[in-house]
């Protein structure tokens, strides 16, 4: 048995919007993730983590997410909802010691009720092709590769045409879900609100 096995999951879990205070622990999450990922061969000019201000500017033009899991920052999320109607995925970060508790599946949840909320019916992520766990994380939660795909529905389809896939680059994978389910095992009830 590992010492990760031996992590007990969070009593208290708790989704809000980025706060200042929140903002030197997403840094260092930040850091650990650009480190991680270094390991798996994702290119250097993707790894620069964000610093305190770029954090905070995303809500500019995002919407972020940040969870708490027994009174400590655990990660976050940020979409942006873009034309005609597709929700982007710009980050989606646990820290490596709140993993396998099911808190990203949270944030898609709360990514999926949203988006829902204002009509908007497609989730769209990018995924590094070495990152074998967040594809299979992303696969679990009803994201499939966009070259899987056949016809692609409206609206990605349509904006498809003005996100070719080329400005992911060749490194990243483009994965799409319906925001109807998001967050949630498929044939399982979904969660209460509470976790």
Same mark, same amino acid.
Do not use: N
């Given at each position: 048995m590992t010492a990760?096995?031996? !992590?007990?999951?969070? =009593?208290? &879990?708790?989704?809000?919007?980025? $706060?200042? @205070?929140?903002? /030197?622990?997403?840094?260092?999450?930040?850091?650990?993730?650009?480190?991680?990922?270094?390991?798996?061969g994702v290119p250097t000019d993707a790894l620069a983590p964000r610093s305190d201000r770029e954090l905070a500017?995303?809500? !500019?033009?995002?919407? =972020?997410? &940040?969870?708490?899991?027994?009174? $400590?920052? @655990?990660?976050? /999320?940020?979409?942006?909802?873009?034309?005609?109607?597709?929700?982007?995925?710009?980050?989606?970060?646990?820290?490596?010691p709140y993993r396998r508790f099911g808190l990203a599946m949270r944030l898609c949840r709360e990514l999926g009720e949203v988006a829902q909320q204002h009509g908007v019916g497609v989730a769209v992520a990018t995924c590094y092709a070495r990152a074998a766990g967040a594809m299979a994380f992303l696969a679990v939660n009803g994201f499939m590769p966009i070259e899987l795909t056949g016809r692609p529905p409206e609206p990605l389809g349509e904006w498809l045409q003005s996100h070719p896939l080329e400005l992911f680059g060749s490194a990243r994978k483009l994965w799409w879900a319906s925001t109807d389910g998001l967050g949630t095992l498929p044939g399982l009830p979904r969660p209460s609100r509470g976790m």
């Open positions: 990760a096995d031996d !992590r007990k999951p969070p =009593v208290r &879990v708790r989704v809000t919007g980025l $706060q200042e @205070a929140h903002l /030197l622990e997403l840094m260092r999450i930040e850091t650990e993730l650009a480190q991680e990922w270094l390991g798996l500017r995303l809500v !500019r033009d995002h919407d =972020v997410y &940040v969870l708490e899991a027994d009174h $400590q920052v @655990a990660g976050y /999320l940020a979409w942006q909802d873009q034309s005609p109607g597709v929700a982007m995925l710009g980050s989606l970060t646990i820290a490596p």
